[in-house]
């Protein structure tokens, strides 16, 4: 069996922008031929109409061109109707009523031809009731037809417009549901591969510490000295601490001696700044006492020239 080819072309356009997707080709030609061909009648009928006021009234001529123009119209506006039932998609009993109604209209449009112009509108026998009550039956069934099919298919529309919704929902609410077994493991493999450290020193695997020349080049370290631990609690030694931490300075090296060894090398250093600073007092003062002299015998020189 052949494959189904698929419904392309301008009509099928227009049915799925303004309807839904086509369910078949009948449908779309006889909805699309019924519905404009209703306009069509419409306008030729409004042109046969505006050419038989031109000719003198009840004529033969004006009724010539008067009686088709009529019938066109009673015509026109059911088969027009008739297109729209069969282009939504409708129910199938609603489609027998809309024919119905169309061949009621039909039938009161003959009988409207046979009456018009001896025995119509107070003339002659005058069908005029008989056949404007059979046409307003048979346009009242096309009505609430077509009337049915439109509120069916909006419903139908918002049905399908609230099924996308809640496939919409549910999709999301699946999308952003997670259970602790999911979490943990797309921690652990976002976090494979990273190497945490403080202070932004780089993770090394041995235990080693190395150091520059320079770092120790001012510590005297006591190497017969037993280990002792140091632990400063300055406020100094903290934010220093503190720095490592983060990195962005580099921590000061601290000396491994003893409190005692540290306390006497400080007095050693004032015991030397003293004696250097008695040293200078000393020099200072061995100078003074050489030039008072001899400032004495230059002035009593300068005395006795000025005398001589």
Do not use: C
């Amino acid at each position: 069996m052949p494959a189904e080819q698929p419904l392309d072309g301008y009509l099928f356009d227009l049915y799925r922008r303004y309807i839904g997707e086509p369910e078949s080709r009948t449908d779309v030609y006889l909805g699309f031929g019924l519905f404009l061909g209703g306009i069509g009648l419409a306008l030729v009928a409004l042109l046969l109409f505006l050419w038989s006021t031109t000719l003198e009234a009840r004529s033969a001529a004006y009724f010539a061109w008067a009686e088709p123009a009529f019938a066109l119209v009673l015509i026109s506006l059911p088969l027009l109707m008739l297109g729209i039932v069969v282009l939504l998609p409708s129910d199938r009993r609603v489609r027998y009523a809309s024919v119905g109604g169309v061949a009621v209209t039909i039938a009161a449009t003959v009988g409207f031809l046979y009456a018009y112009p001896d025995d119509w509108n107070n003339y002659g026998e005058n069908y005029t009731i008989e056949v404007v009550a059979t046409y307003a039956v048979g346009l009242s069934m096309i009505t609430a037809s077509t009337g049915a099919s439109l509120i069916a298919h909006y419903l139908e529309l918002a049905r399908a417009s609230e099924a996308v919704e809640i496939e919409d929902d549910d999709e999301e609410d699946e999308a952003e549901s997670y259970t602790d077994e999911e979490i943990r493991s797309d921690i652990d493999s976002a976090m494979e591969g990273v190497e945490l450290s403080w202070g932004g020193v780089e993770k090394t695997e041995h235990t080693r510490l190395t150091f520059s020349e320079d770092d120790f080049a001012d510590v005297d370290v006591d190497t017969t000295a037993g280990t002792k631990t140091v632990r400063s609690t300055g406020v100094d030694a903290q934010v220093a601490g503190l720095k490592g931490l983060k990195g962005g300075e580099t921590k000061t090296t601290t000396s491994s001696a003893t409190v005692d060894e540290q306390t006497a090398k400080l007095k050693e250093l004032r015991e030397q700044r003293k004696a250097e600073e008695l040293a200078e007092a000393d020099d200072s003062g061995s100078l003074e006492s050489v030039a008072t002299p001899i400032s004495s015998l230059l002035d009593r020189v300068r005395s006795w020239l000025k005398r001589n």
